[in-house]
C-alpha cells in the first residue's frame, strides 16, 4: 500500500491577471499559474526581454513599484518553482537558479527552475491554459488530473516537468510520483 498523495491530483489553472488589483492587472497578462494538489506550482510566463544574465537586483525593492510586464516576469522566472518559458535557443532544456534572496530557514532554499520550448509549443500550451483556467480556476478547484489529463498542457506537465529529475522530492511526493 502507498502512502501518500494519489496521483489523480487536484488540478487549478488561474490567470496571473485575476488576482492583482485592477491598475496592475495588465503586467500579468499572458501569465498563468498551475497549482497541483495545492503544493506543487507551476509558472507558464511569456518570458522577459530584458538582457541576461537575470537579476533580482534589477528590479524595483518592491513589487508594488513594478511598472512593466517584463519585471514581472522576471521575477516570476527567478522565483517560481518551476516555470515554463518560451525561448527558441533553449527549448527542450532546463535552466535552474539559487534562490535570490536570504534564506532564513534551515533547509535548502528552493532552486527555481525553468523549462524551455519553442514560442510556438508555449503559445498552444497558453491558449490550452485558457480554456483550463475556465474549467479549473475556482479557487478551491475539485477538477482532478484525469478530468483533464487529455489537455496538451496536462500531457506535458506530466511528460517534461513532472517527468524530470530537477522535481523535487517532495514535489514528486505531492503528485503521487
Do not use: C
Request: hydrophobic share 40%.
Amino acid at each position: 500500500m502507498k502512502v501518500g498523495s494519489s496521483a489523480n491530483y487536484h488540478v487549478r489553472v488561474r490567470a496571473r491577471s485575476w488576482d492583482e488589483p485592477a491598475e496592475k492587472a495588465e503586467l500579468y497578462d499572458g501569465l498563468y499559474s498551475v497549482d497541483l494538489n495545492e503544493v506543487v506550482s507551476l509558472s507558464f510566463v511569456p518570458g522577459p526581454a530584458a538582457p541576461r544574465p537575470w537579476s533580482v537586483h534589477d528590479l524595483p525593492a518592491d513589487i508594488a513599484d513594478f511598472t512593466s510586464a517584463d519585471q514581472v516576469r522576471l521575477l516570476e522566472l527567478l522565483t517560481s518553482p518551476y516555470s515554463v518559458a518560451p525561448d527558441q535557443a533553449r527549448a527542450g532544456t532546463e535552466e535552474q537558479f539559487d534562490w535570490p534572496f536570504d534564506w532564513p530557514d534551515t533547509g535548502e532554499p528552493p532552486r527555481p527552475t525553468i523549462f524551455y520550448v519553442t514560442p510556438e509549443a508555449f503559445a498552444g500550451y497558453a491558449a490550452d491554459l485558457d480554456v483550463l483556467s475556465d474549467i479549473a480556476g475556482n479557487v478551491h478547484s475539485v477538477v482532478r488530473r484525469a478530468d483533464v489529463a487529455d489537455h496538451l498542457v496536462v500531457r506535458f506537465i506530466e511528460d517534461r516537468i513532472l517527468g524530470s529529475p530537477l522535481l523535487a522530492p517532495e514535489s514528486a511526493h505531492a503528485v503521487g510520483r
